[in-house]
Nanobody
């Protein structure tokens, strides 16, 4: 299972670092995706990282502002978020994924746990 944490309330232009802790499976066998869902909107894939951390993918909406990384020794994936905007407000979650290309960077059903709320507001 994958549990996200680290969300909170931040002002526009601010930063947050999210963590995704894995348990119950061989973490370094899997690519991981960060995705979000805002009220009334669909799920949006944001960023993926390969199992060894050498390949990454970013959606256009976060490219240049968000950075994904992983520490396989700690079974954890991170999402560093900078220059946050009000439209980044959503519940952020992490899940197993299929790869680090546009088509493959989608969450696998049933592999994510509780997300973390990020609210960007002044």
């Amino acid at each position: 299972q994958l549990q996200a944490s680290g969300g909170g309330l931040v002002q526009p232009g601010g930063s947050l670092r999210l963590s995704c802790a894995a348990s119950g499976f061989t973490f370094d066998d899997w690519a991981i995706v960060w995705f979000r869902q805002a009220p009334g909107k669909g799920r949006e894939g944001l960023s993926c990282i390969s199992s060894d951390g050498t390949n990454t993918y970013y959606a256009d909406s976060v490219k240049g502002r968000f950075t994904i990384s992983r520490d396989n020794a700690k079974n954890t994936v991170y999402l560093e978020m900078n220059s946050l905007k009000p439209e980044d407000t959503a519940v952020y979650s992490c899940a197993k994924t299929y790869g680090t290309t546009y088509r493959l960077c989608v969450p696998q059903k049933g592999t994510w746990g509780q997300g973390t709320q990020v609210t960007v507001s002044s």
